[in-house]
């Protein structure tokens, strides 16, 4: 592979949506493909439950889009939704005729599972490890196109741009050398961010890397408030807390607490199949009222079903001492995805001609202020497919959108019945703002430092006082963070993505979906129905 020169295409990352773009590329010049560490090493294989689709006798797109909708809280954006799932099917029958390998019932179709807030069976999966079979079939499918090549152990850390327009990156190679591309288009498909969280489902290499870069160079991102924290991590001291699925409470596991009693009906009616939000705050304050642990239980369910219709999960406990069948389980929430990103239409392009993003770095307004379950890896293929076809347009960049409000005209906006979107902020005084122990230098254990302070203050539950010292430090370790290293670049990433995220939390005084301020509990659609945008000043 070279190390450097020109291509028509360049794509940052090898998940889904990265992939599918690239084979939607080939036909039209050469494209590389840029991974930051091994080729499968991506959120995409760590997806476990499914893809979403409407394909079922019972479902269509109206139901699935009713759905996305009902699940984001009133902030979707309804045009980018019904894209998404009219155009859905088609790409989750490609994935078939390519090879994939999804679960089939009795009748030969494809078995269809049910996670929350789906109002029917529309998940297709393979087994528990649904995201790696899709990874499987896109990287075979990228390995036989010559037009595509791929160079792993890359890290970008600049998008280039000329112009006002952008025209390739530059990254570390595997040596730690700099190199620079050169592109007529630029797509950032490089996943989410969970590692600003110190508890997270992500992996090592989900660092917020795209939504870095694009800020920096001056685009647009939205939404960064809005971080899902998946319900159901397992929390085993001294053990990695990786995903337990959704997908077993859709095949019917109940959420108990210490006394083994269940308990989520107390907190929505759709128990332990409500929103993610709501379930992920109600198991923290159902241990928080009882003292004791919450544990996911399948022991009413037949074993041989349970250890055959998940075996990756069941495997990785069995390591742990653990029988996912007949043990409770002990679960606890996790940041999992990131429903903001760089602010894009429904093609990809960003506020900088040239440059594209999709996927989870991507805000499209899809997911809105909560992501429904199994939107993910759809949202991956069908605007990795879109991005792909105006990549090979003349590059022009995405008007800012009716619904969308630059953030630093925010203290001005003054709404239609004369109130301030800042009128009802609280007068803290300004020594509400200080530092230890969240002050945060250069020192070494900068990086989990953040991950902490994120954890704790910009995390399920949320007030104006943690977010304005999270808020504090961040600005701080961005004064100080450089980035001539490999090292440096990863860190400066991190810390950026931390302080859009603490900044946007800290802006928008309301609950909605999964941003739950508790100094501001209520939603509130007369000032706060619009999504928030930023971008970096210099």
């Known amino acids: 592979m070279r190390a450097g020169g020109s291509y028509d295409f360049v794509i940052v990352g090898g998940g889904v949506a990265g992939l ?23 959120n995409t294989g760590y997806a476990q439950g499914g893809i979403a689709a409407a394909i079922g006798d019972d479902d269509s797109p109206a139901l699935h889009e009713a759905d996305t909708i009902r699940a984001g809280d009133g902030l979707c954006d309804h045009e980018t939704v019904r894209v998404c799932v009219t155009e859905g099917p088609r790409y989750v029958r490609e994935l078939l005729e390519w090879g994939a390998r999804f679960d089939r019932g009795g009748d030969g179709r494809p078995a269809l599972g049910r996670e929350a807030a789906h109002s ?9 490890a649904t995201g790696r079979e899709i990874g499987r079939v896109l990287w075979e499918r ?15 850390t600049e998008i280039v741009v000329e112009g006002g327009g952008a025209r390739g990156v530059r990254y570390f190679d595997h040596a730690g050398a700099m190199q ?9 498909a490089t996943g989410g ?32 408030e809005f971080v899902q924290f998946h319900p159901t991590a397992l929390k085993k001291a001294g053990a990695p807390r990786f ?56 022991a009413h369910l037949d074993p041989a079903y349970v250890h055959r219709r998940f075996p990756t999960i069941a495997s990785m406990l069995r390591e742990l001492g653990l029988d996912l069948a007949i043990d409770r389980i002990p679960v606890g929430p996790a940041a999992h995805y990131i429903m903001g990103g760089v602010d ?23 997911h809105g202020a909560n992501r429904l379950a199994s939107n993910s890896l759809l949202e991956g293929l069908v605007f990795g497919a879109r991005a792909a076809a105006a990549m090979q347009e003349p590059p022009r960049a995405a008007p800012l959108r009716a619904d969308r409000v630059m953030a630093d005209g925010l203290p001005d906006r003054v709404m239609a019945d004369g109130s301030s979107l ?6 803290d005084p300004p020594s509400a703002i200080v530092h230890p122990p969240y002050a945060l230098g250069p020192q070494p254990s900068a990086m989990t430092n953040v991950r902490d302070l994120m954890w704790r203050s910009v995390g399920l539950f949320r007030h104006r006082a943690g977010l304005e010292r999270a808020v504090a430090a961040l600005d701080h370790m961005a004064a100080t963070v450089s980035r001539p290293t490999v090292d440096g670049a990863r860190d400066r990433n991190l810390a950026t993505v931390a302080r859009l995220i603490a900044r946007a939390a800290l802006r928008r005084e309301e609950s909605r979906g999964a941003h739950f301020r508790e100094d501001f509990p209520q939603r509130d659609d007369v000032h706060w129905k619009i999504h928030l945008v930023d971008h970096d000043h210099g």
């Open 243 to 298: 995903l337990i699925s959704e997908a077993l409470r859709g095949e019917g596991a109940r959420l108990v607490n210490g006394s083994g009693e269940p308990f989520m009906t107390r907190y929505h009616p759709d128990g332990d199949l409500a929103p993610r939000d709501v379930v992920a705050r109600s198991i923290v304050r159902e241990s928080e009222q009882t003292g004791a642990p919450v544990f996911l239980t399948l």
């Open 20 to 42: 599918r773009a690239a084979i939607g590329l080939a036909p039209a010049g050469r494209v590389l493909v840029l991974t930051k560490a091994e080729p499968a090493e991506s």
């Open 422 to 427: 800042m009128a009802n902020r609280k007068s």
């Open 120 to 128: 029917v069976r529309r998940v297709l999966h393979a087994g528990d």
């Open 193 to 224: 961010a969970g590692q600003v969280f110190r508890e997270t489902t992500n992996p090592a290499v989900a660092t917020g890397d795209g939504v870095a870069l694009a800020f920096h160079a001056g685009a647009r991102v939205a939404d960064l």
């Open 142 to 156: 990228v390995s036989a196109l010559p037009a595509v090549e791929t160079i792993d152990h890359a890290l970008v």
């Open 180 to 188: 620079e591309i050169r592109a007529g288009a630029t797509l950032l």
């Open 344 to 366: 894009t239409d429904v093609c990809g392009r960003t506020s900088i001609a040239g440059l594209f993003a999709a996927g989870e770095v991507a805000c499209t307004g899809l």
